[in-house]
């Protein structure tokens, strides 16, 4: 769902290939995202429905662009590294601020904040420390925390949605969320291993 794939199956040495241009549509997209990040708290920090539903619409647009700016690098062979950096900060920049943000507004609390966030952070550095060695191809697993992310940040903003709802749904985002981190933990070590085997 990102310029960069977060979770797989089996580590996949990095490949090269032509150069491939930072200014591309894909990286502009990401960067429209991280735009949008700021615009969407001033938002959803204002009085009244009307500013609530706003910061929603951002935030959803913002989310789709998620998904557009990775099939374009995937479809048009965009992935740069500009983009293998840019697109994770503003996916955890998006998800970061909505998580913070609803924290601070006390109706989200602070220890989901917390695991989440660390979390991603955790992978975030634990990408870069491999990154050299090879990238982890996209799971299911991945992809299906972000959805459960996106759609427990939704439950949380849209006005009149009950509470027992939006706890299961914040509740299954953060086990899918804890799981696929230990899971990207396993992947990447595998992967320094098989990285070391590979230059001995």
């Not at 920090?45 to 647009?61: D, H, I, N, Q, S």
């Not at 909505?98 to 955790?122: F, K, Q, Y």
């Not at 870069?128 to 939704?154: D, E, M, N, W």
């Not at 949605?161 to 696929?180: F, N």
Request: positive net charge; proline residues 6%; charged residues 15%.
């Amino acid at each position: 769902m990102t310029n960069t794939p977060e979770t797989g199956t089996e580590p996949t040495a990095v490949t090269t290939g032509p150069k491939v241009s930072a200014w591309n549509i894909a990286n502009v997209v990401t960067v429209i995202r991280l735009a949008m990040v700021p615009f969407f708290v001033v938002c959803l920090f204002l009085p009244g429905t009307g500013w609530r539903v706003t910061a929603l619409v951002v935030f959803l647009v913002a989310s789709l662009t998620d998904l557009l700016d990775g099939e374009l690098a995937r479809r048009y062979g965009l992935i740069t590294d500009f983009g293998k950096i840019a697109d994770p900060i503003a996916d955890k920049a998006l998800i970061g601020a909505a998580l913070i943000s609803l924290s601070v507004l006390n109706e989200l609390p602070w220890w989901i904040t917390v695991v989440i966030l660390g979390r991603e952070m955790g992978v975030t550095l634990l990408r870069f420390a491999v990154i050299r060695h090879g990238v982890i191809p996209a799971s299911y697993g991945g992809k299906v925390k972000t959805v459960l992310q996106i759609a427990a940040i939704v439950s949380y903003m849209w006005p009149g949605v009950p509470e027992p709802i939006r706890w299961a749904a914040m509740g299954a985002a953060v086990v899918v969320t804890v799981g696929t981190g230990v899971d990207y933990v396993i992947r990447a070590v595998k992967l320094r291993q098989v990285a070391k085997r590979a230059r001995a």
